[in-house]
């Protein structure tokens, strides 16, 4: 499961544009690791939100991913995300976590923070789906 | 106010990275181009939901910013994005409208288009706020 | 389609109890009616959100139900809710309007009126899914 | 604050129509029940989402009621909620907990469970916010 995971992440072009790593790899848990890149700003200086929305969000995804059967992808169906504080920091965490796994509607959580922070700087709620045999979606 | 908003669209590397153009704005409604980048993929090929999100995110921001007074820098709180299909494509067109603008909070609907589509792709409800004299934000 | 709707709509007990009514029902679009309630307010007097929520999203439901099959149920994945102004008024109008449906997912936007008034005091963005052959789950 | 906070939900007559009740509250967390009741029903028998959300909503406005300033009221500004299984159950418990809370807007995430189920049937994500002095918004 790890390697099907570590795979897919591999394959996501704006991962490694943003320079996202993944940390850890755990039944329904998954974490990224993010550093702050001036290219990624918004007008504050601060990292803009859709790096972080898109790191929560493949973090969330891949979670979902881990408790899939071997023949699904993932795609994300939807997602809510709150702006707690600015991304003021250096690195940063975001964390995945499967609140429920249904027949194909995964629901998972994600928490990013900020440095040695122990509070989020954003949370989402994120819906995905598993697919199986649709063409031009691999796992 | 056309001035302002795209002078705060300028100071937004995120924006400046993915390739992103204000296209138009008017009180209450802007519009945001972006063209597909394989650096911005997600691992199926297509622009990466983050992507897609930063910049619907933009549109709604400075939807929100547009009808806010001179003095006011505005913030996400949150939104949420629907993916309703893949980003496929080669032209995207993202719009922010103002649903209603309150006295701090302003709501917004974001629409994500892919070439001459007339259905969207991805849509946003996205939560703004002005904020006034807040060390570190600028308008 | 319309008697599908109307019989499924009849059997939510939720419904008749807060007083709604179906309005209008077209392909793809559905407008609920509902009176001001004294049992159904908040602390401040207002209709409680969770009115306002439980008839928005019967309104996008039914409005995603009625472009699914005939043999399909629908259930309520998720949704965004915002709530602009109190619920002050008399009389409310509630419509909800498919963006997109997909094979199973169906993403409808909802609008809450209140009296004459032509900016919602509520907006929703819904998920909504079919079902097929699922115990207990009537259409 | 426990008592402003009983005060508060004893004026929400929906609560009292809904038949919930306030189980405890502590700062930044709050912890309410809700039996099933066939009045209050979707077309499948389940309780309906409309009442889980609206005590969902006023779990997450009463943890963020609960470290608020004395004068301050609290209003839901958003929430997005994941149905994630139906309300099966005789006997429900929401609860509300303040993940963050800023200078005015306060994020919660509340979860609702069946029975004695430790997994939620559905889990909420909510933006509240403090007013002050408003006409009409008593706290």
Redesign the interface.
Known sequence: MRGRVQA??D????MA??GAELVSVEPGRVEVALRHD????????FL????V???L??ACGYAAFSVMPPNA?V????????????AAGKQFRMTGTV??A?R??V?C?GDAFADTAT???A???A?L?AVYDRP???H
């Not at 394959?11 to 704006?14: G, H």
């Not at 803009?48 to 790096?51: I, K, Q, T």
């Not at 795609?75 to 600015?86: G, K, Q, R």
């Open positions: 897919s992440f394959r996501q072009a704006m544009t943003l001036a290219r990624f700003t918004q007008q504050h200086g803009h939100a859709g790096a929305a898109a790191v969000d493949s992808a795609l994300t169906v939807s997602y809510a995300i709150n702006l707690l504080a600015p609140t429920r249904g194909t509607i629901v959580r509070t989020p700087f949370i989402m709620q819906t789906t031009g979606i691999k």
